[in-house]
Each structure stands twice: as structure tokens, then as C-alpha cells.
């Protein structure tokens, strides 16, 4: 079967670093997306992880361990505009032109003053 | 920067009426894809779409649903006969390829409200 955890709803401080995690067990594996979605807007690309590891994209980070089906969202110097959903989605492996993205249920960030 | 545009963005129907969706893709873009959210719930997939014909379909896209490329930019959804529980935002979106790296883009979105 296919299933994403992450928090529901997390809270932080402006200007503080705050950390999102996922973990997923899916039908194989063939990379790990973060999205942010803003309420009632589409989701936009953040990160991407298929190697194990951190990749540093600016004030986003986003770290995989594909053994312990685990990743993490890293946000710095939050920012009030950062309140949002933070989406995880796996690309499970699977055979034919095919970009299927399974995605968790998000978790709502609020960024507090 | 290139984008996935959708319309309407907002759309109210009476049940039972036929719904027809439209996306034009990022133009350099070879897959489609329609993905949809019920109000306060996760995203889910839809349908993919390459090389003129769906290449994956999940549970919900049953025979009420259809996609079709009418040209060589559009890409729709059609809606045959809605139900309430249709009421969703949907997303088109579109990718280069399906290799590593290759990011899905998402559309704004079309909300679709069934009264």
C-alpha cells in the first residue's frame, strides 16, 4: 500500500528554523517532492530528493533517507509569508511514461510574529 | 518563467450537467496530468496523460471522467454528468519527463462547485 505521514499543523516564530517531517512507505521509490500550497492556490515546487541526503535550495532544505523511508522539509529565517501547507509527495516506482505523485495530507505551518 | 494555465478558475454547475475543464500545459512539456482536492484534504491523482493517450488512471477517474489533447496546446477534463461529491479544486499540471529531476508543475487550479 501507499501511505505519507506528517504533523497536521505545526507552529514557529519569525525568524526562527522550524522542520517538517514525512515519512511514507509506498509500492518502491523513485524520488521525494516538497510543495508549499498557499490556501485555495496550487501547490509549488520546492525540493526534490532521490539520493540520500540534504539538498540546500536558499532558506529551504530537504533531507531523505530512503532506508528509513524518511524525509524532512527544513525552513530558516522564517518569514510570515512562509505561513502555509507544506506538502510531501513520493513518486512510487512504477513501469511505463507514468509521474504519479502520491501526496500526504500537508502540514499547515503558522509563522507567528 | 513558463507556466501551466487552467480555466475557468471558478466553475458552478447544476448536478448531473457535464463539466469541461481546460489546462494548456508548459509548451516544451510531453506529460499531463490532472490531479484534484476536496476541500481540506490531501491532493489526489487523477490521471496521466502522454503521447496522445492516458498512460496511468487511479480509482476515482472511472468512465465519468474522459481527457483529450484537442490541439496541440489544450489539455481538458471532461466531466460527463456531475455528482456532488465532484466538488473539488482541480489541478492541471505538467512535466518534461518522468526521469529523476523532473519536476511536476501545477496549475491555479479550477474550482469546481456542484450544486
Known amino acids: 500500500g501507499q501511505n505519507i505521514d506528517q504533523p497536521t499543523e505545526m507552529t514557529a516564530t519569525e525568524g526562527a528554523i522550524v522542520q517538517i517531517n514525512c515519512t511514507y512507505q509506498?509500492?518502491?521509490?523513485?524520488?521525494l517532492f516538497w510543495y508549499q500550497q498557499h490556501a485555495g492556490e496550487a501547490p509549488t515546487f520546492l525540493s526534490y530528493n532521490v539520493l540520500d541526503g540534504l539538498e540546500e535550495k536558499g532558506r529551504f532544505s530537504s533531507f531523505l533517507s530512503r532506508s528509513k523511508g524518511y524525509s524532512y522539509l527544513l525552513l530558516k529565517e522564517l518569514q510570515m509569508k512562509d505561513s502555509a501547507s507544506y506538502l510531501c509527495?513520493?513518486?512510487?516506482?512504477?513501469?511505463?511514461?507514468?509521474?504519479?505523485?502520491?501526496f500526504g495530507t500537508g502540514t499547515l505551518l503558522a509563522v507567528q510574529p | 518563467e513558463p507556466e501551466v494555465t487552467q480555466t475557468p478558475s471558478h466553475q458552478v454547475t447544476q448536478m448531473g450537467q457535464e463539466v469541461i475543464l481546460r489546462c494548456v500545459p508548459i509548451s516544451n512539456h510531453l506529460y499531463f496530468y490532472w490531479y484534484r482536492q476536496i476541500l481540506g484534504q490531501k491532493v489526489e491523482f487523477l490521471v496521466s496523460f502522454y503521447n496522445n493517450e492516458i498512460s496511468e488512471k487511479s480509482e476515482i477517474f472511472d468512465d465519468q471522467f474522459s481527457v483529450e489533447r484537442p490541439d496541440g496546446s489544450n489539455f481538458t477534463l471532461k466531466i460527463r454528468s456531475t455528482k456532488l461529491e465532484d466538488s473539488a479544486m482541480y489541478f492541471c499540471a505538467s512535466s518534461a519527463g518522468t526521469g529523476p529531476g523532473n519536476t511536476i508543475y501545477f496549475g491555479e487550479g479550477s474550482w469546481l462547485t456542484v450544486v
Open positions: 509506498t509500492s518502491g521509490f523513485n524520488g
Open positions: 509527495a513520493v513518486r512510487p516506482l512504477g513501469g511505463g511514461a507514468t509521474n504519479k505523485l502520491i
